[in-house]
């Protein structure tokens, strides 16, 4: 699907598993670099199933990808069950736009998390950042120090 969203927002899409299968094998196929680690992803998790989104990264491993990981499985459990179901490195999403759940890193990695990504910290950062900067303005009538 074009654009692709953000899997934590609605009006998500999936494409067909066999179109994925197809990019994945595209980009095995275009691979020149032996280091180049080539991961899948899917939000059929929040559009479908959990139980087809385990399916789809089944098949992205069986393709060969490197990793695959399904979007939306953000508990302990969910991640503890993907670990069983999906073979390969799992890494997290922490994202501020899934809404508040609890999960530390060391809940994380005990769980057998190999790595996360933080993909919105730097956005609520900036965001928060310009809020500040207007409260001072409308308080102040001034940015000056």
């Known amino acids: 699907m074009f654009p692709n969203r953000c899997g934590y ?44 989104a385990i399916a789809r990264c089944q098949l992205f491993m069986e393709a060969g990808a490197d990793m695959a990981k399904p979007m ?13 179901e999906i ?10 736009a899934a809404g508040p759940k609890a999960r530390s890193l060391e809940d994380l990695e005990a769980a057998g998390v190999v790595a996360a990504t933080f993909p919105s910290v730097a956005l ?8 500040n900067g207007l409260r001072l303005l409308k308080r102040d009538n001034s940015l000056a120090p």
Do not use: Y
């Open 124 to 131: 609520f950062a900036a965001a928060n950042a310009v809020r």
């Open 87 to 96: 073979p390969g490195p799992h890494m997290a999403t922490l994202s501020q």
């Open 72 to 84: 939306g499985l953000d508990t302990i459990p969910d991640i503890k069950r993907a670990l069983r």
């Open 9 to 52: 927002l609605p009006g998500k899409q999936i494409v067909p598993a066999e179109q994925m299968l197809a990019k994945v094998k595209a980009a095995l196929d275009a691979r020149r670099d032996g280091d180049l680690f080539i991961a899948a992803r899917t939000d059929a998790a929040g559009v479908t199933s959990v139980e087809d």
